[in-house]
């Protein structure tokens, strides 16, 4: 297990973007974005393994670039032409322990809240 502590949520309008980062106080293989809505489930918005493979889900394909810098142990979840319906609670983790999108890992950072105005 590592720890993981996320940064750079906030308020943007519409069309806007953000940048998320997640930093790990170890090396982590694979490293995934998931977000949780009020009252909905957790959900998986992107992943990046060690080797560079790299997964979005559909709803964030073409806008959202999942990136990582092993030499700090960080990973990115670069955010464009947000929409409203992208606001949520967005969580880093590490170490899947079964595929990738289901959010069952080994750690969790504790959140950065993206509020979408429009």
């Known amino acids: 297990q590592v720890t993981l502590v996320e940064s750079g949520g906030g308020l943007v309008q519409a069309g806007g973007s953000l940048r998320l980062s997640c930093a790990a106080s170890?090396?982590?293989?694979?490293m995934g974005w998931f977000r949780q809505a009020p009252g909905k489930e957790r959900v998986f918005v992107a992943a990046i393994r060690w080797s560079g493979d790299i997964y979005y889900a559909d709803s964030v394909k073409g806008r959202f670039t999942i990136s990582r810098d092993n030499a700090r142990n960080t990973v990115y979840l670069q955010m464009n032409t947000l929409k409203p319906e992208d606001t949520a609670l967005y969580y880093c983790a590490a170490g899947p322990k079964g595929q990738y999108y289901n959010p069952n890992y080994s750690s969790w950072g504790q959140g950065t809240q993206v509020t979408v105005s429009s």
């Open positions: 170890g090396r982590a293989f694979t």
